[in-house]
């Protein structure tokens, strides 16, 4: 009986010691709680947790629940949180190299092939090795749809931006835009709402179609333009320290159902925009333009100047530049 406990009792402790290698993940989205792109995430951590019999817990928070979008870093750094889903132009005033990797502007003709250049061109590697000098890791980046710009003046081309007062977040995006002569004003998303409605604004740069009408950016703004002055990337990375915790096969699992978690974004946010763009024409009367061949070269001719000027910034700034034209070379796409 007692060598039958003694065996009980091992096994028991062996259980323990199995589950306390279970790690355990406090992670904050850019968005807010009903946003597709939290749901997502909060989808992929269950079905994460059960692909790793519970050996990786990821308690999703979304936007601002433990800090600004802004901070998420140094809240990782802190041990505030573990991790984040976000977008690394949220730190272009931190360091240059993450406002270029955090936008590619116009150099691309649309997200997918822009993203070919983190799995073909070597993009991944560089972004892993950068966000390595923040003791952090980058597990995958994850589609985000082309931007568009909620308007309530006709704009056509480029020479169309020309003193137009334009809301816009800091970063890349906002030196292309202050270049072809918009006058810009830094606001946050709630206040450029109100801004619209009062006449402050003539235009925003903001989002996606679907995340424009949700946000009321159509009630008074009957233009929507693709413009394409904004390809932004986000990302999902994590404490380079809790990365390294994780056995190579829960690494694997993680990296597996991140690049999931992106392709089924895709489908679910295409499908939201198309759905949105629909209702927008229906229902509220806005007319969606897009820049003809001319003005998508000028602005690729601009996004040529921006890089020159950023990544000029620093060294890791400038090799993210290198590779990506290097890139649109191999694909013939370089001006």
């Not at 989808?43 to 979008?69: C, K």
């Not at 082309?146 to 308007?151: A, F, G, K, L």
């Amino acid at each position: 009986m007692k060598l039958h406990h003694s065996l009980a009792g091992i096994a028991a402790a062996a259980l323990l010691a199995g589950g306390a290698s279970a790690e355990s993940f406090k992670m904050q989205t850019f968005l807010g709680a009903n946003a597709s792109t939290t749901k997502a995430f909060e989808a992929m951590a269950e079905q994460l947790a059960a692909d790793t019999d519970g050996a990786i817990q990821i308690e999703v928070l979304p936007g601002g629940a433990v800090v600004g979008a802004g901070e998420t870093i140094e809240a990782i750094q802190n041990g505030l949180l573990d991790g984040q889903y976000t977008a690394p132009s949220y730190f272009a005033g931190k360091d240059p190299a993450m406002g270029v990797l955090g936008d590619t502007l116009a150099a691309y003709p649309d997200s997918a092939t822009r993203d070919r250049w983190f799995t073909e061109g070597g993009g991944l590697e560089l972004a892993r090795a950068l966000y390595d000098k923040y003791d952090m890791h980058m597990v995958c980046p994850i589609y985000w749809p082309p931007e568009q710009i909620p308007s309530k003046v006709e704009i056509n081309g480029v020479a169309d931006l020309e003193g137009l007062k334009m809301r816009a977040p800091g970063g890349l995006a906002s030196d292309l835009l202050s270049r072809a002569g918009a006058s810009l004003v830094t606001m946050g998303v709630g206040e450029s709402v109100t801004a619209m409605e009062t006449g402050v604004l003539d235009a925003t740069d903001l989002a996606n179609v679907a995340l424009n009408v949700a946000l009321g950016m159509h009630n008074q703004a009957k233009y929507s333009v693709l413009a394409r002055h904004s390809m932004a990337v986000t990302e999902m990375s994590v404490s380079k320290a809790k990365w390294d915790s994780l056995s190579a096969e829960n690494q694997a699992a993680f990296e597996a159902a991140c690049n999931a978690m992106s392709e089924s974004l895709k489908q679910t946010l295409s499908t939201e925009d198309d759905a949105a763009e629909a209702r927008a024409r229906e229902e509220m009367g806005v007319t969606f333009i897009e820049f003809g061949p001319e003005d998508a070269k000028a602005f690729r001719d601009m996004t040529t100047e921006v890089w020159a000027d950023w990544g000029a910034k620093s060294a890791d700034a400038q090799a993210i530049v290198d590779s990506h034209e290097a890139f649109l070379a191999s694909i013939g796409l370089t001006n």
